[in-house]
């Protein structure tokens, strides 16, 4: 089974007919065909961080990206060291 994508002004249009029409989550979740749950955390979503919310395909929020990067980073500095522990233990035995 596929999972189904909505589009960022459907989610808007969604949290809009739950927020400002009055409509409950159930009936507009029955009406759009989404579930409930799905409906409930876009109008919690849309509530934390309106400008923000729903970034779309691959498009990250600026603070995610940044801890991408830094985990990537991490990455990488820790496989440097495992590198340089490698060699300045291979050295000290060369040395002795």
């Not at 060699?87 to 040395?95: G, I, N």
């Amino acid at each position: 089974m596929q999972r189904r994508k909505f589009s960022r002004e459907f989610k808007v249009e969604a949290v809009k007919l739950v927020r400002e029409r009055g409509v409950s989550v159930a009936q507009a979740g029955r009406d759009l065909g989404v579930h409930e749950n799905v409906l409930r955390k876009w109008v919690k979503e849309f509530g934390s961080d309106s400008q923000q919310a729903f970034p779309g395909h691959g498009q990250m929020k600026p603070e995610q990206l940044e801890i991408e990067r830094l985990r990537r980073e991490v990455t990488k500095l820790k496989a440097e060291r495992d590198i340089l522990k490698k060699a300045a233990a291979y050295f000290a035995k060369e040395a002795t």
